[in-house]
């Protein structure tokens, strides 16, 4: 399981996204996500994981990276923010 980094204010903690490297993705092009904790869009993206089964759309913000997942194909061009 990846861990999201905290800034450590207030009791819990202040959950924070600090992107590594902002990608481009072409229309039908792929992130490799291999190692990614998470991703940020600017804009709700259709999306199909892995380059198999049904496409969905993901919101806009940042998104979390599962255990197994080690490519995400983006149908329209998309600016991808990566942590």
Do not use: C, H
């Not at 969905?56 to 990566?82: C, L, R």
């Amino acid at each position: 399981m990846a861990r999201i980094p905290y800034s450590g204010w207030g009791a819990e903690g202040l959950q924070v996204f600090t992107p590594k490297r902002i990608e481009s993705v072409s229309a039908g092009g792929s992130l490799d996500t291999t190692g990614v904790v998470a991703i940020r869009l600017p804009a709700d993206t259709d999306y199909q994981l892995n380059g198999t089964g049904t496409t969905a759309t993901m919101p806009a913000g940042a998104t979390g990276i599962a255990d197994g997942v080690t490519s995400i194909t983006f149908v329209e061009a998309v600016v991808v923010e990566v942590m």
